[in-house]
């Protein structure tokens, strides 16, 4: 979807402010807004793309002027109240109201780091080949999908070209849906910063995205 | 008690946030979709364990063992992952490598996306619209506000962190450091110089 969440390019953000490597949190609501949605993970309601999805589906203006922390929180809350785990109610009380849904695992202290260092691997078995080799020309789809993608708005409807594939990898778009992983090719591919964003850029600078083979068609 | 720091008498001053987010872990703690000593151990995890001296460890390996730099180079991920760095948001790697021709630059312009197994949780700059925004259309100018100014014959390649891939960049080794230790190198090396947005120390800064 075209929300707020697509920020290439925008402008009117002013300068970077660049913080030292510590402290981590700025607040100690941070650390457990970051330990909680982590945690949560493991009930297995919800997949990556659909935790992103819920993200960049807050309204625009909130999206932009909440701490980045508070966008997690919002998105979680959307999703949990979506599936039933909580109720308005019970969030503005803070009291359990009615009873938990059944959740695939609770994250115990004892599997943390097991469940950190084991991580979530994309990559699937590989199936057929891939469509474009490195070398290829290819250009983006232009298109305006109303729900989840990976693929940029500055980055529709332009030519690149492959710089390699990376593998076989469980496709966003249909994976926020939450119905199949419908896992397929994953490639890097390369635009000129002249392609993307005009001629008055640097000739040699360029931008690459990890983008998916249904976005791409071969350029005829 | 989902956290033990509560009680004390701010405890009248806090935000609205925090105190919806310390009635959202009660209440989660109270259903049994969450345990809050497992929320305390992420918490500590990525405090303590999980940061950027990991990165730095890839870095100074890659500047001394040419053997394990080719390896970074075909295969990040198994590379990496053979120095214990295999957690959550490194799954999939690569590793750019800087050099006089070439400098490269990781973003997400769609969220956060970022090593966490090799650089810990992201800095808020790295998160928000200012970054996130210009670092595709204007990474030159994103630099000098790092302070760092690239000449025009060095190509500027940004890397829009749009799937689960996660990039690392290797920093070119600072010279006068030839007789270095794996261990000292790792010390120049910082969090920004493995974004982009920074070089290694040179030995006279690291002090």
């Given at each position: 979807m075209n929300g707020a969440a697509d920020l290439g390019g925008m402008m009117g953000f002013g300068p970077v402010d660049d913080e030292p490597e510590f402290p981590k949190f700025h607040d100690a609501w941070e650390e457990r807004v970051l330990g909680i949605i982590v945690a949560l993970g493991a009930c297995g309601q919800w997949n990556l793309d659909q935790s992103r999805s819920a993200r960049e589906s807050l309204p625009p203006a909130t999206y932009l002027t909440i701490p980045y922390y508070q966008i997690w929180l919002e998105a979680a809350i959307t999703l949990m109240r979506a599936r039933g785990m909580v109720t308005d109610e019970e969030l503005r009380s803070g009291q359990q109201l009615i009873d938990p849904i059944a959740v695939k695992a609770t994250l115990h202290p004892e599997n943390v780091q097991k469940v950190l260092y084991a991580g979530g691997p994309v990559d699937r078995p590989e199936q057929g080949e891939p469509a474009f080799k490195a070398g290829d020309t290819v250009v983006t789809l232009n298109s305006n999908p109303t729900t989840h993608t990976r693929l940029p708005g500055y980055a529709r409807d332009k030519v690149g070209e492959i710089e390699r594939i990376h593998g076989f990898h469980v496709f966003p778009d249909d994976n926020a849906l939450g119905i199949v992983e419908n896992p397929t090719w994953l490639y890097k591919v390369r635009f000129s910063a002249q392609t993307l964003w005009g001629e008055d850029k640097n000739p040699d600078d360029t931008v690459t995205l990890d983008l998916w083979e249904p976005y791409l068609r071969a350029l005829e | 008690m989902p956290h033990d720091h509560s009680d004390g008498p701010e405890h009248s001053h806090l935000s609205d946030i925090d105190a919806r987010v310390r009635a959202l872990e009660s209440l989660l703690s109270e259903k049994g979709y969450i345990d809050s000593a497992a929320v305390d151990e992420i918490v500590d995890t990525y405090q303590t364990k999980i940061g950027p001296r990991n990165g730095a460890h890839v870095v100074a390996k890659s500047w001394t063992d040419p053997e394990f730099r080719n390896w970074l180079e075909r295969d990040a991920t198994a590379a990496i992952h053979s120095l214990g760095y295999t957690s959550r948001q490194g799954e999939h790697m690569q590793a750019l490598f800087n050099s006089d021709q070439v400098h490269h630059l990781v973003v997400c312009t769609l969220c956060s996306c970022y090593p966490w197994s090799v650089l810990g949780l992201p800095p808020t700059w790295y998160k928000s619209p200012p970054f996130r925004s210009r670092a595709v259309i204007d990474p030159r100018g994103v630099l000098q506000d790092f302070g760092i100014n690239i000449p025009d014959d060095v190509s500027v390649e940004v890397h829009d962190s749009t799937a689960e891939m996660r990039y690392i960049v290797i920093p070119e080794r600072p010279t006068g450091?030839?007789?270095?230790s794996e261990d000292a190198l790792s010390k120049l090396v910082t969090r920004n110089a493995m974004i982009g947005t920074g070089f290694a120390l040179l030995p006279a800064e690291a002090s």
């Open positions: - | 450091t030839d007789d270095w």
